[in-house]
């Protein structure tokens, strides 16, 4: 059975998704951070020695970055998007790099401003990353035009991570991201089997 390493509010959520959505069977080990660097489950650190989330566990691999693990599992579990050798391989490559690089960095250095810069700095790099998110969400409205989905006429995970990404814009005061289309993708992303499932769950700490 997949095992996931994860904690509520974080990357770890999308993952959790994307397992839910997938049909098989896993389990969501909670992570929650000590002090001192220190972290629970007492041996994560010997899994993912960052002790950041999420980490995947399938056997003998260990897997940790958002990105490779989703990779993963759209080798290893059907219906996840196109595999290696289909057609819209390379789009799934696309969105997977831009989401990472164009939406989650931002919204990092949103989250974790005072943890980079000094705290006279904050608010700049804060504006700056709202300025940024505001540009990438007008760019996938017009992405989004006269489609459902990102790759082809299914669902894959891209549109997970594209909706579990934008669900922390509502924790940015002041940011505008995306218009009507980038909303209706949300909400036909969080109505596919199992994703709201997910999303209450780690909201409630209930990890099946």
Do not use: C
Not at 95 to 101: K, M, P, R, S, V
């Amino acid at each position: 059975m997949i095992e996931l390493y994860s904690r509520s509010e974080t990357a770890g959520t999308i993952v959790h998704s994307v397992l839910e959505f997938s049909g098989a069977p896993y389990r969501v080990i909670e992570v929650k951070p000590g002090e001192n660097g220190s972290v629970t489950p007492s041996d994560y650190l010997e899994l993912n020695p960052s002790g950041t989330v999420p980490t995947l566990v399938d056997g003998d691999l260990v897997l940790y970055e958002t990105v490779a693990i989703l990779e993963y599992l759209v080798e290893k579990l059907p219906g996840l998007g196109p595999r290696a050798g289909e057609p819209g391989r390379p789009e799934l490559h696309f969105w997977l790099a831009w989401l990472t690089n164009n939406l989650m960095s931002p919204f990092y250095r949103w989250f974790k401003a005072d943890e980079m810069v000094a705290p006279e700095a904050v608010g700049a790099l804060q504006a700056g990353a709202v300025a940024t998110l505001t540009a990438r969400g007008a760019w996938l409205e017009q992405q989004l035009e006269g489609r459902d989905w990102l790759i082809g006429a299914s669902p894959s995970v891209a549109d997970l991570f594209l909706q579990g990404l934008g669900s922390w814009a509502q924790d940015i005061d002041g940011l505008g991201f995306g218009g009507n289309l980038v909303a209706a993708h949300a909400a036909r992303t969080v109505a596919l089997p199992g994703v709201t499932l997910a999303v209450e769950q780690e909201a409630d700490h209930r990890f099946s």
